[in-house]
């Protein structure tokens, strides 16, 4: 679960460490090096996939003249000067623009090539400067299709009879298949309308439902609160839904997610961060402007739509891990060590002369920067303890909460959104039995019809009522409200 959370769902990384050298493989093909970091890894998986000569042909230009990988690659080369003191030696620092636009394409390359295929005309278009966005952002999606679970088909590029889409999706849990075109905006522009990029992506014939993705390519400041994007993306989208021919029929209903990837406005800074929104054209009961009756009604929209959820998760997800094999970075690199796994068994000697425990319970309070340890004694006690932790320490917890001490744990998140809390409850109640939800549902007005629904039916009610309770415990007292 942990390395899932690190590397998504689709093929883990393949490594293994021999006499100095990690080895890696990448579809049908192993690579090697002294790499003791997954970017150190990276950083030469694009070195040999773009061509060195053509790099260095590059590098011979004036740094304004360059493509702009290269641009982005002297940027990185002089932010590592000043994060790496000492060459050799494991350092973190904050993404800027430069890792993250240069680091991300060499790792949506990598993901292409493990889990599909690195088709050599989309390597020419990203060494081509004209056609250099529009495939750079394709790898992303790519990416993020692959990092979400789909299996992906690339479609046949020379294929001159046919209008098709960059590729289709499968859901490896639902089954279902979807057409994918992704369009990027030209770079720059005043405005965040795109319905020439909506128009021309409804245009590619597609024999599945259509996820249709584009980028706006502005700078972060330009797309950079929610009410922009609701004024002027929203509306670009649905006022198009009544009007938008294709070939004199009416446009085909398509899932939209439109996207801001800004890295490359700002290659020097470290506060850049990606932006998206989803809206339905022409499917009402999916996006930013969609509305419900209920909980139970938004409940059942998003399982219906749970494939482009998963999509949209990975895109909010996108990361590019540190470790080869799952492993938190901290401990991996030496930083941390895993201190505390339940199930161990542990020298108490230090509290108390000869004991010896297994660790049974623990919990990180981070404000106080210590965590609670319940022991089993040999003698049938338990014991509760507790010990500091370090800077490091905490920063892997927050890394990986649920895996910390070892073992999957359920890690409890503070929200205030009903949806999310139905969300909760129906997971945690999913397999109750019906005699339980019935009982709790006894005193309920309409009980007589409730008992009558079938199982499904009746879990999301009992689901909804949870919520309800929940939320009418959480509101605020009014100020006439006596407690006696």
């Keep these: 679960m942990q390395r899932e959370k690190q590397q998504g769902l689709g093929k883990p990384i393949i490594g293994t460490e021999f006499k ?37 042909a590059e590098i011979a230009k004036p740094l304004e003249q360059r493509h702009p990988i290269l641009q982005w690659y ?5 932010y590592q000067k000043k994060t790496i003191i000492e060459p050799g030696k494991v ?16 790792y949506n390359l990598y993901l292409l090539a493990h889990n599909v295929e690195l088709q050599s005309r989309l390597v020419r278009r990203l060494k081509n400067p004209d056609q250099f966005h529009g495939a750079y952002y394709e790898t992303f999606v790519a990416a993020c299709f692959i990092l979400a679970g789909f299996e ?90 009544a009007t938008l021919k294709i070939n004199g029929e009416a446009a085909p209903p398509a899932y939209v997610i439109i996207t801001n990837h800004p890295y490359h406005y700002d290659l020097e800074g470290t506060g850049s961060s ?57 401990f991996a690199f030496g930083e941390a060590e895993r201190r505390w796994i339940i199930g161990e068994q542990y020298d108490l000697s230090a509290y108390e002369h000869g004991a010896v425990g297994v660790l049974t319970t623990a919990t990180v309070s981070e404000k106080d920067k210590v965590v609670h340890l319940v022991f089993y004694m040999e003698d049938g006690r338990n014991v509760l ?9 905490l920063a892997a917890y ?25 969300e909760f409850f129906y997971d945690v109640y999913k397999d109750t039995p019906r005699e339980r939800m019935l009982e709790f549902l006894k005193s309920a007005h309409d009980f007589d019809e409730l008992s009558k629904l079938p199982n499904n039916e009746l879990l999301l009610v009992f689901c909804d009522r949870h919520v309800g309770a929940l939320m009418k415990m959480s509101e605020p007292m009014d100020s006439k409200t006596s407690i006696g």
């Design 398 to 422: 927050r890394q990986h909460p649920e895996t910390f001490f070892g073992v999957h744990l359920q890690v409890g998140k503070e929200t205030k959104d009903p949806l999310a809390l139905f």
């Design 20 to 56: 100095g050298y990690q080895f890696v493989a990448v579809g049908n093909k192993l690579h090697y090096g002294m790499w003791k970091t997954f970017f150190d890894f990276l950083g030469g998986y694009i070195k040999d996939t773009l061509g060195s000569d053509w790099g260095n």
């Design 152 to 241: 992906l088909a690339l479609e046949d590029e020379t294929n001159p009879n046919s209008t098709h889409c960059e590729f289709t999706a499968k859901s490896k849990v639902r089954g279902k298949i979807y057409s994918v075109e992704a369009k990027s905006r030209a770079p720059n522009k005043a405005h965040l309308d795109v319905g020439n990029q909506l128009y021309k992506a409804l245009c590619k014939d597609a024999n599945h439902s259509r996820i249709v993705l584009i980028d706006v390519n502005v700078p972060e400041e330009r797309a950079d609160t929610k009410e922009k994007w609701l004024r002027e993306l929203v509306p670009a989208i649905k006022s198009r839904e």
């Design 91 to 106: 350092y973190s620092a904050p993404m800027s623009g430069a890792t993250a636009a240069y680091f991300g394409l060499a």
């Design 274 to 330: 990606r932006a998206a929104i989803a809206e339905g054209f022409k499917i009402p009961d999916f996006g930013a402007s969609a509305q419900f009756g209920s909980l139970i009604d938004a409940f059942k929209a998003m399982q219906k739509h749970a494939d482009v959820f998963g999509l949209i998760d990975a895109f909010r997800n996108y990361h590019i891990p540190s470790t080869f094999d799952g492993e938190i970075p901290e």
């Design 74 to 78: 002297d940027a990185v080369c002089h």
């Design 385 to 393: 303890t507790k010990a500091p932790l370090t800077d490091a320490d």
